[in-house]
């Protein structure tokens, strides 16, 4: 039954088509209607974005489980295998709460970039007006790279030695950062922007919401573009940590896919949302860290000791246990500067 993927890619490459479709007029409707002219997001607004890509990300979970409880049960290579109808509805059920798993540990795991964002845009010194725009391409780019990520994870979990390479990398890196210092981020470091210096000459100051512009018949590169590229490659940094944790959850394609695709869309209002306050949630990262170990375990060990398979609610609970204890953690226990800062006022 491992063995068998519920959902492959010829029987639903339609579906993949239709979906993507959706996500690129969903994009467009985003940036040609509602940012068509720049502007700072407000809170209000970012909450209200926030809200419709959760919704939209939990009415797809219910659909699909819907779908697959109608589906699988008639599945001939499920019949083969012996699998009953009520067997069946039970592995529907199971496949949207992977869904469901995958797109918590996704969006958790989009916290990070969240930092990232703050960094670059202050570094650069790109208005608020702008970041929009910065990330609406940023998220492109980023959906275009997990794509590419999730088929040759895909590939390459055909292998049972990669499940304890990808493992055993999710476990050390939850360690590093449990336990490693931090490093401030310094963009210009950056050896993709440094590889974008060689070939695009940089203006200084900015043109607008323009990427490009032509100066004494020359193209050049705006702090928006420059911004734009070291968003590209932190995400690309990322998603070698998020889609084998994905896959740590589930070895269904369409499963890592969609559940990639909805946490990646809700990123940039979540950015609006959170980028002032996420310095209160400073034992988030040690959270993300532990999640990033359990499902190491879980990929390398846990599965394979609860007999191919850890029980899905248990994997949502912990993964959510540990990011809502965190969260509460940091309000109980603020960091000093803002304690002294809150007795001042």
Not at 212 to 223: A, D, E, I, K, S
Request: charged letters at 10%; a positive charge.
């Amino acid at each position: 039954m491992n063995s068998i993927t519920l959902f492959p890619f010829a029987e639903y490459w339609w579906f993949y088509a239709s979906f993507t479709v959706a996500v690129m007029g969903m994009l467009a409707l985003d940036l040609g209607v509602f940012h068509r002219n720049a502007h700072a997001v407000s809170m209000k607004e970012a909450l209200g974005w926030t809200i419709t890509w959760c919704v939209l990300a939990l009415t797809f979970c219910f659909a699909f489980w819907q779908y697959a409880e109608w589906k699988l049960p008639q599945d001939p290579r499920l019949i083969a295998a012996g699998v009953t109808a009520e067997a069946a509805q039970a592995i529907a059920r199971q496949s949207a709460l992977e869904f469901l798993t995958g797109y918590v540990i996704e969006l958790s795991l989009s916290v990070d970039n969240i930092f990232v964002f703050v960094v670059v845009f202050t570094f650069f010194g790109i208005p608020r007006e702008y970041q929009h725009r910065v990330l609406f391409f940023g998220i492109l780019g980023a959906l275009v790279f997990r794509v590419l990520f999730i088929s040759l994870g895909a590939v390459l979990m055909k292998f049972h030695w990669v499940i304890w390479v990808f493992g055993g990398f999710l476990v050390l890196t939850g360690l590093k950062i449990l336990f490693a210092p931090e490093k401030p981020l310094d963009p210009e470091k950056n050896p993709l922007l440094r590889l974008l210096r060689r070939f695009v000459p940089i203006t200084p100051q900015l043109h607008g919401q323009k990427f490009l512009v032509m100066q004494n018949g020359v193209r050049h590169g705006t702090p928006l573009l420059v911004a734009l590229m070291a968003i590209e490659f932190s995400d690309i940094i990322f998603a070698v940590d998020s889609v084998p944790a994905i896959f740590a959850i589930t070895r269904e394609p369409l499963i890592v896919f969609t559940s990639n695709i909805f946490a990646i869309l809700g990123l940039r209002s979540m950015f609006f949302l959170l980028s002032g306050v996420m310095h209160k949630f400073h034992y988030l990262k040690y959270g993300l860290g532990i999640v990033l170990i359990f499902v190491g375990l879980k990929m390398a060990w846990l599965n394979e000791a609860f007999g191919g398979k850890f029980p899905i609610t248990w994997s949502l609970a912990i993964i959510a246990g540990v990011l809502g204890s965190s969260v509460v953690v940091s309000l109980l226990f603020p960091k000093p500067a803002e304690t002294h800062a809150g007795s001042a006022g």
